[in-house]
């Protein structure tokens, strides 16, 4: 029997969870010991929040959501960037070598959380870095920024299945130029960081590429490639990329929070807090032998 919706569950130690969780159904591994589906056709949310509460104590260490069966291999992927698939806050990482860190870092966070505007936050923080040097940049990139787990397969195995991988930031083109190229995507969108040759000028490209730019490639990606918001997968972990998200959340789509900031984890329809980005995959039903790369 084919079921509507899954409730999809993803944790280091799956198992002790499967034991609380096989009255919902029959158990379907994606992942042994890790990853498994349980096909039903109720009411998800209630299905969801019974799900976590059978869950228990172990709920704190799992991701449960529950996905619609339809269509659920996505065939457009639209990332955020920093703190998404890669570990860190390229912008943070400057400031630490300019020696302004945590002042920048506390306008970040705020921005992050939606305290205050995206455009209005990145020119504050630019302007800090003014007369930095240029070579910053690499040694940032060659230090700190770092693929987080499972980014390449990920990328790859979506790509293998016909999807279209699309990198989109608040960030800067000298890190998205490369980390398109080392976890894979199709292409990449961000903002451009002024210098004059030698060091930063303290000012930002404009118009500024932030909230509304996100979702503007999203619905571009779908229009450029024929596609449905039910083919589309979005991702991020800032109030940035909420539009994306909860855009790409309907009619089907999937839009994911991954370790996200409360405001974001909040509205999106679906969360990744305790798992690598091999969760995603495991969240449009592919398994370990289909995985490119694992």
Wanted: net charge neutral.
């Amino acid at each position: 029997m084919r079921f509507s919706t899954v409730l999809n569950v993803i944790a280091q130690d799956a198992g002790r969870l499967a034991a609380r969780l096989r009255s919902f159904g029959e158990l379907a591994w994606l992942a042994e010991g890790r990853a498994f589906d349980i096909g039903f056709d109720g009411d998800p949310a209630a299905v969801l929040q019974a799900a976590r509460a059978a869950a228990g104590d172990l709920a704190a260490e799992a991701d449960i959501n529950v996905v619609a069966t339809a269509g659920r291999k996505k065939k457009l992927l639209v990332s955020d960037m920093e703190s998404t698939i890669v570990s860190c806050e390229c912008l943070d990482e400057l400031a630490a070598l300019a020696g302004i860190g945590p002042k920048i870092a506390a306008i970040t966070e705020r921005a992050m959380r939606g305290e205050i505007a995206f455009d209005g936050a990145l020119r504050a923080r630019v302007a800090l870095l003014k007369g930095l040097p240029v070579a910053a940049l690499e040694q940032v990139y060659r230090d700190k920024v770092k693929l987080i787990g499972g980014a390449r397969e990920l990328v790859a195995t979506m790509k293998a299945n016909g999807a279209k991988t699309l990198l989109v930031s608040g960030g800067f083109t000298y890190f998205t130029a490369r980390v398109k190229d080392a976890a894979g995507f199709d292409e990449h969108q961000s903002n451009t960081l002024n210098d004059d040759g030698k060091v930063l000028t303290g000012t930002v490209g404009e118009p500024i590429l932030g909230r509304e730019a996100k979702l503007k490639a999203l619905e571009r990606g779908l229009e450029r490639f024929g596609l449905t918001a039910a083919d589309a997968l979005a991702i991020g972990d800032g109030a940035n990329d909420l539009a994306m998200i909860e855009r790409a959340g309907q009619s089907g789509g999937l839009g994911i929070a991954f370790h996200a900031k409360p405001l974001v984890a909040a509205a999106a329809g679906v969360t990744i807090a305790h798992n690598d980005l091999r969760a995603v995959l495991y969240l449009q039903g592919y398994r370990d032998a289909e995985i490119v790369g694992g």
